[in-house]
């Protein structure tokens, strides 16, 4: 606000290179403001969020709008743009009520019109908070539908679409020394999907007989239980995430821990992230394998075809072909060469990894002299799985790859470059790709969980 700016600067007037105290900070902002500041400076001995005394009016405003918000509580109208293969460009717009302070309960909304499926794309959120002293109790519900894939048949395109709702409850809480970054989180969520099929049959008229493709929708489900801890400490934060899943003829278990070890205080440093996961199977009879082979463990990163949640940004989710293709996620052991054989470290038993990353300082990094600054990182992932320790096995016991890694846009894309791979990878490239294998073990990433920190202040869910 106006008195608060005019306040700061002639509080800085005051005090510039001489050593304030509380008090004075205090009686500096009353003295320049006139007001009595007394109860606003007595919240520094509590902790929740801030009361609010008295009831805000709604107010329509355009993109974000952070003044006199202790007077409205803003919806804000948007315009909003996506893209994937699939939908091709998509425009439209959303409207929310994300404001600071964050009020209790939040919402967004918005519809997004696909230049390419001409389909009308839909999504929404509505979650409510309850605060307490170390702790927060978050429930929220969900909803968005796109197409995830199409098929050409017959002169006509016939759109797959995927529609998610998911529910889900969060219990966040700290610890009791303020002055810790210690956090722990316990959530629940259930992901409900309708995931559109092709269904081939024929029809017989007269006596011609035709073939008939359709999209039919099928229904499944995914619960997930997630405990996190972690630290955004500056010196050395990690992060420790023990998740399972559950389907209907499966349970699906992970350990993910990750550690930064800083070099210096340019955020520098090696990050190291070790995974360990574990299958089961509900039913065991012949057809066990077939049907739940989408969800198994996998040593190279998931492509969108695995991302049995919907929860990853993928340009081109299914992708056989091309460089969208070539898009993985983090996740299970997250190996950045890929490869398409089955065999080659995936498991419905157990497997486990460790991934290492660190960067290149400037001074030995061969693309300073580009007159964009591009960041150089070295990676290498080591692993094994439960396959790999039985009788003739497809693959050594332990499996490795190591390259470049480019962080772009601020780690938002990262491009992975393997330069070397076990001998299984090798192999797999001169049978199968055989042609400019080069550019097909290139691998990225788009990383949007990297602004995850920064919109958590307003509650908005990534």
């Given at each position: 606000?106006?008195?608060?700016?005019?306040?700061?600067?002639?509080?800085?007037?005051?005090?510039?290179?001489k050593?304030?105290?509380?008090?004075?900070?205090?009686?500096?902002?009353?003295?320049?403001?006139?007001?009595?500041?007394?109860?606003?400076?007595?919240?520094?001995?509590?902790?929740?969020?801030?009361?609010?005394?008295?009831?805000?009016?709604?107010?329509?405003?355009?993109?974000?709008?952070?003044?006199?918000?202790?007077?409205?509580?803003?919806?804000?109208?948007?315009?909003?743009?996506?893209?994937?293969?699939?939908?091709?460009?998509?425009?439209?717009a959303?409207?929310?009520?994300y404001?600071?302070?964050?009020?209790?309960?939040?919402?967004l909304?918005?519809?997004?019109?696909?230049?390419?499926?001409?389909?009308?794309?839909?999504?929404?959120?509505?979650?409510?908070?309850?605060?307490?002293?170390?702790?927060?109790?978050?429930?929220?519900?969900?909803?968005?539908?796109?197409?995830?894939?199409?098929?050409?048949?017959?002169n006509?395109?016939?759109?797959?679409?995927?529609?998610?709702?998911?529910?889900?409850?969060?219990?966040?809480?700290?610890?009791?020394?303020?002055?810790?970054?210690?956090?722990?989180?316990?959530?629940?969520?259930?992901?409900?999907?309708?995931?559109?099929?092709?269904?081939?049959?024929?029809?017989?008229?007269?006596?011609?007989?035709?073939?008939?493709?359709?999209?039919?929708?099928?229904?499944?489900?995914?619960?997930?239980?997630?405990?996190?801890?972690?630290d955004?400490?500056?010196?050395?934060?990690?992060?420790?995430?023990?998740?399972?899943?559950?389907?209907?003829?499966?349970?699906?278990?992970?350990?993910?821990?990750?550690?930064?070890?800083?070099?210096?205080?340019?955020?520098?440093?090696?990050?190291?992230?070790f995974?360990?996961?574990?299958?089961?199977?509900?039913?065991?009879?012949?057809?066990?394998?077939?049907?739940?082979?989408?969800?198994?463990?996998?040593?190279?990163?998931?492509?969108?075809?695995?991302?049995?949640?919907?929860?990853?940004?993928?340009?081109?989710?299914?992708?056989?072909s091309?460089?969208?293709?070539?898009?993985?996620?983090?996740?299970?052991?997250?190996?950045?060469?890929?490869?398409?054989?089955?065999?080659?470290?995936?498991?419905d038993?157990?497997?486990?990894?460790?991934?290492?990353?660190?960067?290149?300082?400037?001074?030995?990094?061969?693309?300073?002299?580009?007159?964009?600054?591009?960041?150089?990182?070295?990676?290498?992932?080591?692993?094994?799985?439960?396959?790999?320790?039985?009788?003739?096995?497809?693959?050594?016991?332990?499996?490795?790859?190591?390259?470049?890694?480019?962080p772009?846009?601020?780690?938002?894309?990262?491009?992975?470059?393997?330069i070397?791979?076990?001998?299984?990878?090798?192999?797999?490239?001169?049978?199968?790709?055989?042609?400019?294998?080069?550019?097909?073990?290139?691998?990225?990433?788009?990383?949007?969980?990297?602004?995850?920190?920064?919109?958590?202040?307003?509650?908005?869910?990534?």
């Amino acid at each position: 606000t106006t008195w608060f700016d005019s306040s700061m600067r002639q509080y800085y007037r005051e005090w510039k290179f001489k050593h304030p105290y509380p008090a004075d900070f205090e009686a500096s902002l009353e003295k320049a403001s006139g007001k009595d500041l007394s109860r606003i400076f007595m919240q520094r001995f509590s902790t929740g969020p801030i009361p609010i005394e008295k009831s805000k009016a709604l107010k329509p405003t355009l993109l974000f709008n952070l003044k006199n918000t202790e007077k409205y509580n803003y919806i804000t109208f948007m315009p909003a743009a996506g893209y994937n293969y699939y939908d091709k460009v998509m425009l439209g717009a959303m409207m929310h009520n994300y404001q600071l302070p964050a009020t209790a309960f939040r919402f967004l909304a918005g519809a997004l019109y696909a230049t390419g499926s001409k389909e009308l794309n839909t999504f929404g959120r509505a979650g409510y908070t309850k605060y307490n002293k170390n702790s927060q109790l978050n429930t929220s519900l969900s909803y968005i539908n796109y197409t995830k894939d199409n098929f050409a048949f017959s002169n006509e395109t016939i759109n797959q679409r995927v529609r998610r709702i998911v529910p889900s409850v969060t219990y966040k809480w700290q610890d009791k020394d303020l002055l810790s970054k210690r956090q722990y989180s316990l959530q629940w969520k259930t992901f409900l999907l309708k995931e559109d099929d092709l269904n081939f049959s024929q029809d017989i008229i007269g006596p011609d007989t035709f073939d008939v493709v359709k999209a039919l929708p099928v229904n499944s489900f995914i619960n997930r239980l997630t405990l996190t801890v972690s630290d955004s400490r500056v010196l050395y934060p990690y992060n420790i995430s023990l998740t399972a899943d559950q389907g209907k003829n499966f349970i699906r278990t992970g350990l993910t821990a990750k550690y930064f070890f800083n070099y210096n205080e340019k955020k520098e440093g090696l990050s190291a992230r070790f995974f360990a996961g574990k299958f089961f199977h509900l039913n065991t009879d012949n057809s066990s394998r077939f049907r739940n082979e989408r969800y198994f463990l996998n040593m190279t990163g998931p492509s969108g075809r695995e991302d049995y949640t919907y929860s990853d940004y993928f340009i081109g989710r299914n992708e056989f072909s091309g460089w969208t293709s070539q898009q993985i996620m983090e996740r299970d052991g997250f190996f950045k060469v890929r490869t398409e054989m089955r065999e080659v470290g995936q498991s419905d038993d157990w497997l486990t990894s460790l991934n290492l990353v660190t960067d290149l300082p400037a001074s030995v990094n061969p693309l300073s002299i580009l007159p964009v600054k591009i960041p150089f990182k070295i990676f290498l992932d080591v692993g094994t799985y439960a396959e790999a320790w039985k009788e003739n096995p497809a693959t050594g016991r332990f499996i490795y790859d190591a390259g470049i890694q480019l962080p772009l846009f601020g780690s938002t894309v990262n491009v992975f470059i393997p330069i070397i791979y076990s001998k299984v990878f090798r192999d797999y490239y001169k049978s199968i790709v055989s042609e400019k294998i080069f550019l097909r073990s290139i691998s990225f990433n788009v990383n949007l969980n990297r602004f995850q920190s920064a919109v958590n202040t307003l509650g908005i869910p990534l």
